[in-house]
């Protein structure tokens, strides 16, 4: 939090209006005109009552502290209302109090690379009487936003804007907005052995094993993994689950400067890996999912695990296509989710032959013939922005054209994606 800056207290309007008043009076005295000199001298003394009861206010509400607190969370396209409270202090007549976020929102993630960064303008008033507002923050898109929230006295006519508050500092985290595919069948990785009850009279010996792939960190018998230099598990004599372990590759490999149809791919990958994750975990909650980008690796044991990966999912943004050693070893099924921009996929799925490989990927919509039935795809419009209170890169306004990659797997799905003005 921080006390707001120093800004101009007129309005555009304010200030051609005093410019105005000035101009008549002084042009009226030096005519001797009555009534230009009653009229503006009337508008200069209504402008300084206005100005000096709006700067005495706005002095007393100095350590106003608005509370900020934006949904949780939040989602790309949902419309949801963020609810600003403790704004009810009593008012002079002509005055109302405003709530302004303003800040950069930067789409599909990559808040260090400014040359994606869109301005974000957002505002509302409270009404008179009430300590609430309520403030329309919606994004058309998956990004981060980083922005400053802060309180202005204005009055009714548009004159005066006076600085009151604490300013508040948010870096909201904005998912995508929800996609849905077809329901899968999988095949998964045990990472443990079937637990079943055994008798022994030596509990160590038949209750403890070495640590295995897909083993919850919690089962870890860290005093006896210290006595021998080796991760040891317990296995409970009452626990009969299997874990079983969900390979998942995230290839976020593109451009440095994205163009906005690029971003829009990465946007509907990323919400079909989080449909897959949800849909999963519903199914079977002792999954554990091993997920790999290309910069970040996470493992999502549990709901909590799931929640902290989609936040952090939110603000991946394309890194450029780069040579890796890091190739899938062993069996079982893996689960790619790329876009058109991955350049490198199919050398990627060709280094993990043999094992069965599911592909799910964005790719631009193409032209299809008149006999092919056109797929459903997910549509992006560039209007949104500014409806929305963002500022588009004007090389965005631009539509760009991406290729569709064609690339042979297991098991491909495709979402098909377009944007519009």
């Known amino acids: 939090m921080e006390k707001p800056r120093f800004r101009p207290v007129f309005t555009p309007i304010g200030a051609i209006t005093l410019v105005v008043a000035l101009v008549i009076l002084v042009r009226s005295l030096y005519a001797r005109n009555p009534h230009e000199i009653l009229l503006s001298f009337a508008v200069l003394l209504f402008m300084l009552a206005l100005g000096f009861t709006g700067w005495w206010k706005a002095k ?3 350590l106003l502290e608005p509370g ?9 396209g949902a419309g949801e209302e963020t609810i600003i409270r403790g704004l009810g202090e009593p008012l002079p007549l002509f005055f109302r109090l405003h709530f302004i976020v303003r800040g950069k929102f930067f789409p599909t993630g990559g808040s260090v690379n400014k040359n994606n960064a869109c301005p974000f303008f957002a505002e509302t008033s409270v009404p008179r009487g009430e300590a609430v507002a309520h403030l329309a923050l919606d994004f058309p898109m998956s990004g981060i936003f980083h922005g400053k929230g802060f309180c202005r006295l204005r009055d009714i006519f548009g004159l005066y804007s006076f600085p009151c508050g604490i300013t508040l500092t948010r870096t909201i ?39 295995t792939p ?38 976020n490999y593109g451009p440095e400067k994205p163009s ?5 791919l990465l946007d509907r990958a990323k919400s079909r890996l989080s449909y897959f994750l949800r849909n999963l975990m519903d199914e079977n909650a002792n ?31 394309f890194f450029p296509p780069q040579n890796s050693a890091d190739f899938p070893s062993g069996t079982g099924n893996i689960y790619i989710f790329s876009t058109a921009c991955d ?32 797929p459903k795809h ?44």
């Open 260 to 264: 906005l149809e690029a971003l829009w």
């Open 68 to 76: 900020w607190k934006p949904p949780f969370p939040m989602t790309s």
């Open 173 to 211: 985290n904005v998912r995508s907005a929800p996609c849905f595919g077809k329901k899968l069948q999988i095949q998964t990785l045990s990472g443990a052995e079937d637990r079943k009850t055994k008798n022994s009279t030596n509990e160590e010996r038949f209750y403890m094993r070495e640590y």
């Open 214 to 251: 897909g083993d919850r960190l919690r089962d870890i018998n860290w005093k006896s993994s210290e006595k021998i230099d080796a991760l040891i598990t317990r296995i409970s004599p009452d626990n009969q689950e299997k874990i079983n372990r969900i390979e998942i590759y995230f290839r």
């Open 60 to 62: 007393k509400l100095e």
């Open 287 to 317: 999954f554990i999912f091993t997920i790999r980008s290309a910069k970040v690796n996470w493992e999502i044991q549990d709901s909590e695990d799931l929640e902290d990966f989609l936040e952090a999912l939110a603000g991946l943004s």
């Open 378 to 421: 997910e549509t992006l419009y560039k209007r949104d922005f500014p409806a929305k209170g963002c500022v588009p890169l004007l090389r965005w306004l631009l539509r760009t054209k991406i290729n569709p990659l064609y690339v042979d797997a297991g098991m491909v799905e495709k979402i098909y994606t377009e944007t519009r003005l």
């Open 343 to 374: 350049l490198g996929l199919a050398g990627f799925i060709s280094a993990c032959h043999p094992r069965h490989i599911s592909l799910f990927i964005t790719q631009p919509e193409t032209v299809f013939k008149a006999t092919q039935t056109k």
